[in-house]
């Protein structure tokens, strides 16, 4: 073992390459690093086209813990304690029925820059990142379901459910393959000619910025706030080759998982995503951790015929479309017992449970068909301090982004405001 890996487990949490440490003979190492604090992570489960609203929410006149699970929640009852039901937020400048991702953690008015038909701004898991993916391999990871970029999958425009500081959608990886490539697998470039790449990266980069500065005289309004965009943009290359710099040599973690199969839709899927998303966690790669779950294939998965459109329009000719919309919530509520359940019962370093350290989000921009008030909202975990156990009920037309402020803020995140916030909210906060 070098000296330069001795040096970043030290530096670092215990969680990165831990399994490893007895075998080489850390046992000082690892009795130490009980006496940390595991860090705070930020999980979001993102689906489109909603959820069948009927069996899905709870009745807003049982508020509090005193409440009966619905039929599409029923699949968590073992996790009741665990979770809370959110009800009344949603995005006030949203507009658009198809779109369960695109404004959901941002809060953005799409019609904010005169002239423009779309305009975003920064997700709140990228505000997240900034701080507390300083020490991680990856500041964040985006996932997406494999069928990612098929049109009318619900979830709209971008590359994942994340957006940079511009604005600008966040790429991921499509499927567990990619993922786990990501995450796991060794790159085999010797680290010379890695470090030549990088070298011959930045000198790229300062070419460009000295020429870019050349052209800012004499620019008129207009043009000035372009060239801000785009100095934005480099900025943000310059955070990733930093990051690159700064693992440049430094061995990826391992995983007892095997390699995902090339081909894995809906179900399998999904599981396997949530699989990874735990390896990730437990190995140190991520602390804020994004995924835009597929539904198409999902419903293909458990043998549903009907289109995911015309399923989430269950209210004009029910029978079949109901059918589909309620098993459709059935299975994603059983999937998401399945990763509350490993989260409870994976074990951290200074023996607390994982679930005790992430924040978890689980939810869509779309209610039901094209509406979009009461978004979904379902909120678990103990790294925020919120209450679980609830069926909480907001006023009417409460900013989802008051959530996610307060969710910042609750992981240590200092943030005075997000998107259309107003303000923390006050109801879901222990």
């Known amino acids: ?54 069996t899905w929410f709870p009745d807003i006149k049982q508020p509090g813990t005193d409440y009966e699970l619905p039929m599409g929640l029923a699949p968590l009852a073992d996790h009741k304690a665990d979770f809370s039901i959110v009800q009344g937020l949603w995005n006030k400048f949203s507009n658009e029925g198809h779109w369960g991702s695109t404004m959901w953690l941002t809060g953005a008015n799409r019609y904010a820059q005169p002239g423009q038909s779309f305009h975003n701004s920064i997700s709140f898991d990228q505000l997240a990142a900034a701080q507390l993916g300083q020490h991680t391999r990856f500041s964040s990871l985006q996932l997406n379901g494999a069928e990612s970029n098929i049109s009318g999958s619900g979830h709209g425009p971008g590359l994942s459910l994340a957006w940079d500081s511009r604005g600008k959608p966040v790429a991921g990886q499509n499927g567990p393959l990619e ?61 990733r080759l930093s990051k690159e710099e700064q693992w440049l040599g430094v061995p990826g973690p391992k995983t007892t998982m095997p390699q995902p199969p090339a081909e894995i839709e809906g179900r399998n899927e999904i599981e396997l995503m949530y699989d990874l998303m735990i390896a990730a966690m437990q190995t140190d790669s991520s602390r804020v951790l994004t995924y835009r779950q597929p539904v198409r294939t999902l419903l293909t998965s458990i043998g549903v015929n009907v289109h995911q459109h015309d399923m989430s329009h269950y209210h004009t000719t029910r029978a079949e479309k109901l059918a589909a919309s309620q098993k459709r919530d059935l299975t994603q509520s059983q999937l998401l017992a399945g990763l509350l359940h490993k989260l409870k019962t994976t074990e951290e370093a200074d023996g607390s449970r994982l679930f005790d350290n992430v924040a978890l989000v689980y939810g869509s921009n779309i209610r039901t ?43 240590g995140v200092n943030a005075e405001h997000h998107g259309d916030s107003t303000g923390v909210l006050k109801e879901i906060m222990a």
């Open 179 to 239: 993922a786990y490539h990501r995450l796991f697998s060794e790159d085999s470039t010797p680290i010379e000619q890695r470090q030549a790449m990088l070298a011959q990266r930045r000198s790229v980069l300062d070419t460009v910025l000295e020429n870019a500065n050349d052209l800012r005289r004499g620019l008129s309004r207009r043009d000035t706030e372009k060239l801000d965009e785009y100095f934005q943009g480099v900025r943000d290359i310059e955070t």
């Open 369 to 411: 068909g094209h509406e979009l008030s009461n978004c979904p909202t379902l909120l678990s975990g103990g790294a925020a301090s919120i209450k679980l156990g609830e069926n909480i009920v907001v006023p009417q037309d409460t900013p989802l982004c008051n959530a996610w402020l307060t969710l910042l803020n609750g992981i």
């Open 1 to 54: 073992m070098s000296r330069t890996r001795r040096q970043f487990l030290r530096s670092s949490t215990a969680l990165i390459a831990l399994p490893a440490l007895p075998s080489l003979g850390h046992r000082a190492f690892a009795a130490s690093a009980k006496s940390q604090a595991p860090p705070k992570r930020l999980v979001v489960l993102g689906f489109g086209w909603g959820v069948t609203e009927e």
